[in-house]
């Protein structure tokens, strides 16, 4: 084999190898915060500590994240694609509006309990963190979605409407289901019997 022919191939397999390197070292650095994210929350999130976490040197996660922003942004993407919310869609076919919020609820319930250790810090910290300040704010407003649908065949107006409306908002909330089922024991399935039962006494 020509030395030209092996030079060129030498070259493009270190290239590669680099890349490769270069993908693993953003992927450690990206799952040590959510690591410390799900633990001692963004606030407390030190770049020092993603580095050590991380097992590389500060000057590395600035290289690769030059910003809050970008290493929140890829923080909460790789979290998300690893706990993927729930989607509305499945519950918009359901003509049902007591049986459509029974499904739904049952579906953030099981999600919050599987998030709850990195939501509950990502909200706490949200106010002092302006990194995810908007991102925070745009992942709640979901909910809001959520809420809309579960709103839609109701044929509610006036103060009745507005009592359905925050009954269905609170069923919702995160603080909801902690107090429900951390605080006074309830498994999902009742705290999902309990507030359906709350929203269709207030309509």
Known sequence: M??????AKTRRYRKRRRAELELKTRQAI??????????????RTTVSAIAEQAGVQRATVYRHFPDERTLFQACSGHYLSM????????????ADPAERLRGALTDVYDWWEETEDMMSRVIRDAPLVESISEQTQARLAFFDHIAEVLMRGRRLRGKRKALVEAAIGHALALSTWQSLVR?????????????AGMVERAG
């Open 2 to 7: 020509p030395t030209e022919v092996k030079t």
């Open 30 to 43: 990206t799952e040590a915060t959510v690591k410390l994210h799900g633990t001692v929350g963004p606030a």
């Open 83 to 94: 706990h993927p919310p729930p989607d509305p869609s499945q519950w918009e076919g359901i």
């Open 183 to 195: 605080e006074q024991g309830l498994t999902n399935a009742a705290a999902v019997e309990l507030m």
